[in-house]
C-alpha cells in the first residue's frame, strides 16, 4: 500500500518545500568543509612532512600503533561521543518544544551550547590524533595521504556536525516552526516576572 506525497506531508513534521534541494543546498556545506580541509592538510603533509622526511622514524611505528594512537583515539571517541550526543539530545527537546509550543521548556534550552571545557576536550585529542597520523612514518606516500586525509576528514566532520546541532536556530525547520517572537524572548526577565505572580 502506497500513501501518497499529500497525505505524507500532512502527517510528517516537515517544512514541504525544504525537502529535496533546499536541504541538499543546506547540508553540503557539512560535507564540503571537511573535505576540503581533508584535501588542504593532505597536501601539507605530502609538500611539507613527507617530502622532506619528516617522521617519528621506523622505531616509533609499534608504539605509536599500539599505545599512544589507540590511547588518543580512545579518548576522542569518549568525549566527541559525549559532546555530539549532548547537543544531539538538547536539540531534540527544543524540537519537542517547539512541536508542542512549550515555550517554557524552549527558553530553558534556547541558549545552552557546550560547555567550553568540553570543547577543549574534543579539541586537544582531534588535534594529537591529526598530528600523529602526519608524523606517522609510511613507507609509500599514498597510504600516508588516505590516513591523514581520512584522519582529518573524520575530525572536521564530527566537529562541524556538533557545532551544527548545537546552534539549532540555523535549522530551517526551526526557522519555518518556530514563533518568531520566541527568540526576541529575555529568558531571565521571562522567568522573573513568572516568579513574580
Not at 71 to 92: N, R, T
Not at 134 to 158: D, L, N, Q, R
Request: net charge neutral; charged share 20%.
Amino acid at each position: 500500500m502506497r500513501i501518497s506525497n499529500k497525505l505524507l506531508t500532512n502527517r510528517r513534521n516537515f517544512v514541504s518545500w525544504n525537502r529535496r534541494y533546499v536541504t541538499f543546498r543546506r547540508h553540503l556545506p557539512v560535507v564540503l568543509r571537511p573535505l576540503f580541509l581533508a584535501l588542504i592538510g593532505t597536501l601539507l603533509w605530502k609538500f611539507l612532512l613527507y617530502d622532506n622526511h619528516f617522521s617519528f622514524g621506523e622505531a616509533a611505528e609499534n608504539p605509536l600503533l599500539f599505545i599512544i594512537l589507540p590511547l588518543v583515539s580512545f579518548v576522542y571517541v569518549i568525549f566527541a561521543s559525549i559532546a555530539i550526543g549532548s547537543v544531539f539530545d538538547e536539540y531534540k527537546i527544543i524540537s519537542r518544544a517547539v512541536v508542542k509550543r512549550d515555550l517554557e521548556t524552549f527558553l530553558l534550552h534556547r541558549d545552552e551550547q557546550l560547555p567550553i571545557l568540553l570543547h577543549i576536550l574534543v579539541a586537544i585529542p582531534s588535534l594529537l590524533l591529526v598530528a600523529l597520523s602526519m608524523a606517522f612514518h609510511y613507507s609509500e606516500w599514498g597510504v600516508g595521504a588516505v590516513a591523514v586525509f581520512s584522519v582529518i576528514f573524520i575530525v572536521v566532520t564530527a566537529w562541524i556536525v556538533a557545532t551544527e546541532l548545537d546552534d539549532f536556530q540555523r535549522s530551517i525547520w526551526f526557522r519555518e516552526s518556530t514563533p518568531e517572537e520566541w527568540h526576541e524572548i529575555d529568558v531571565a526577565k521571562y522567568f522573573d516576572e513568572k516568579r513574580s505572580k
